[in-house]
C-alpha cells in the first residue's frame, strides 16, 4: 500500500491548480479531488486516505465513490488555508472572501441602502476588496500583523496574498505555519469586527483585532509544540 499518486499534465494531482484552458475532464477531476478534500477532512488526510483504497496495483474507485456519496460538498476551500491546526471557521471566511461571497454592501443593492460606506473608515463604499486591502483601518491591521511576523510583501488584493502566500509558505516550519495562521486570523476577525460594528453597533480598534490575531497564533501554536520557544 502506497502513497496514492497520479499526475495531471506533469503536476501531482494534489498540487494542480486548473486553468480557464483546461478540459472539462479537467475540471471535473479537479472537483472530485477537491471535494474528497472536503469529504476527507484536508489535504493530509485525503492523500492518506486515498492511499487506502489502493490494494496492489488496484484502486478501489467504487469506495471512493461511497464517500463522496455520503459526504458531497459543492465547493472546495482553500487549499492555501485548509490546514488541521487552522479553525474551520477562519478557513470558511478566507474562503467566502476569496470567492466573493461576504456580503458587503455592494453586494446588497437591492436593499437600496441610504449607507453604503465601509463600517471602519466610513469613507469608501464597502465592498471585499476595499475592507480587506483597501481600506485605512484594515492597512493598519496589515502592517503591525506583518512587522510582528517579519514580513516585508505588502499585500494588496485578497487573490494575490493567497497566491503568495500559498507559494511562500507552504512548508511545516513553524514560521509558515504562523504566518498562514495569522493570515487567515486576520481576515477572520476583520470580518467578525465589521460584523460586530454592523449588526450590534459596537466598536473594534485595530488594536483589539491584532491582539486577537495573536492571541489565535500563540493558542494554536501553544496546541502543536508545548515546548517550542517563542521567540515573537
Ligand atoms: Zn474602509
Known amino acids: 500500500m502506497g502513497t496514492f499518486f497520479f499526475y495531471l499534465k506533469g503536476t501531482s494531482i494534489w498540487d494542480f491548480v486548473p486553468k480557464h484552458g483546461d478540459s472539462y475532464l479537467i475540471k471535473e477531476i479537479v472537483k472530485i479531488r477537491n471535494d474528497l478534500v472536503v469529504a476527507l477532512g484536508g489535504w493530509d488526510r485525503a492523500i492518506d486516505g486515498l492511499s487506502r483504497f489502493v490494494v496492489g496495483n488496484k484502486f478501489l474507485s467504487g469506495k471512493v465513490y461511497d464517500v463522496l456519496r455520503v459526504a458531497r460538498v459543492k465547493k472546495p476551500w482553500m487549499s492555501c488555508v485548509w490546514k488541521h491546526f487552522i479553525p474551520p471557521k477562519h478557513s470558511f471566511t478566507v474562503w467566502l472572501a476569496s470567492r466573493g461571497r461576504l456580503t458587503t454592501k455592494d453586494r446588497l443593492t437591492f436593499l437600496n441602502l441610504d449607507d453604503v460606506s465601509?463600517?471602519?473608515?466610513?469613507?469608501?463604499?464597502?465592498?471585499?476588496?476595499?475592507?480587506?486591502?483597501?481600506?485605512?483601518?484594515?492597512?493598519?491591521?496589515w502592517a503591525e500583523i506583518r512587522k510582528w511576523l517579519g514580513v516585508a510583501r505588502d499585500m494588496s488584493t485578497l487573490a494575490s496574498a493567497i497566491k503568495w502566500i500559498k507559494k511562500k509558505f507552504k512548508g511545516c516550519r513553524v514560521k509558515?505555519?504562523?504566518?498562514?495562521?495569522?493570515?487567515?486570523?486576520?481576515?477572520?476577525?476583520?470580518?467578525?469586527?465589521?460584523?460586530?460594528?454592523?449588526?450590534?453597533?459596537?466598536?473594534?480598534?485595530?488594536?483589539?483585532?491584532?491582539?486577537?490575531?495573536?492571541?489565535?497564533?500563540?493558542?494554536?501554536?501553544?496546541?502543536?509544540?508545548p515546548h517550542f520557544r517563542f521567540t515573537f
Open 118 to 141: 465601509c463600517y471602519f473608515c466610513r469613507s469608501s463604499p464597502e465592498s471585499i476588496g476595499h475592507i480587506f486591502f483597501g481600506c485605512s483601518f484594515t492597512t493598519v491591521v
Open 176 to 225: 509558515d505555519r504562523v504566518v498562514r495562521i495569522a493570515f487567515s486570523s486576520t481576515i477572520f476577525e476583520v470580518w467578525a469586527a465589521r460584523n460586530v460594528i454592523n449588526f450590534d453597533g459596537g466598536n473594534v480598534s485595530t488594536q483589539d483585532i491584532i491582539a486577537r490575531v495573536k492571541t489565535t497564533a500563540y493558542r494554536i501554536l501553544y496546541k502543536l509544540n
